[in-house]
């Protein structure tokens, strides 16, 4: 069965997939304000929030708390630096096989996974 989404719900799903990158909820609220589609910033945290319980939402937590989110488009890896807060995107992924065996294991329903590393870029290291 088809979840009904609210309107503000359809207007963040539809900003997302045009933006098509991380966005803060701050964020989100303002690209909808200057799109004249002005819905309260309580009404997108609340939007948010129901996205990602439906699985169609991702978020990524920076290390100063902030959340980001985005469409699940695939799993992401960072390398985070404490410092300047420079993210770096790697492709490997070593826990795939771990995320089916959990899967099969127990009656969870995975739908992404994150894995950051946090430390200091080379730039932040001199």
């Given at each position: 069965?088809k979840?009904?989404?609210?309107?503000?719900?359809?207007?963040?799903?539809?900003?997302?997939?045009?933006?098509?990158?991380?966005?803060?909820?701050?964020?989100?609220?303002?690209?909808?304000?200057?799109?004249?589609?002005n819905?309260?910033?309580a009404?997108?945290?609340?939007?948010?929030?129901?996205?990602?319980?439906?699985?169609i939402?991702?978020?990524?937590?920076?290390?100063?708390?902030?959340?980001?989110y985005?469409?699940?488009?695939?799993?992401?890896?960072?390398?985070?630096?404490?410092?300047?807060?420079?993210?770096?995107?790697?492709?490997?992924?070593?826990?795939?096989?771990?995320?089916?065996?959990?899967?099969?294991?127990?009656?969870?329903?995975?739908?992404y996974?994150?894995?950051?590393?946090?430390?200091?870029?080379?730039r932040?290291?001199?």
């Amino acid at each position: 069965m088809k979840t009904q989404r609210t309107r503000s719900q359809e207007k963040i799903l539809s900003l997302l997939k045009v933006l098509n990158r991380f966005i803060s909820a701050q964020e989100i609220y303002l690209e909808l304000r200057k799109r004249n589609q002005n819905t309260g910033l309580a009404t997108v945290y609340r939007s948010l929030e129901a996205l990602k319980l439906e699985g169609i939402l991702q978020v990524r937590t920076l290390a100063s708390g902030e959340s980001l989110y985005s469409l699940v488009h695939r799993d992401q890896h960072h390398l985070t630096c404490l410092n300047c807060g420079e993210s770096i995107l790697i492709d490997e992924c070593p826990v795939h096989e771990l995320e089916s065996h959990l899967q099969q294991s127990h009656p969870f329903k995975v739908f992404y996974h994150t894995l950051e590393f946090f430390g200091l870029c080379d730039r932040c290291q001199g």
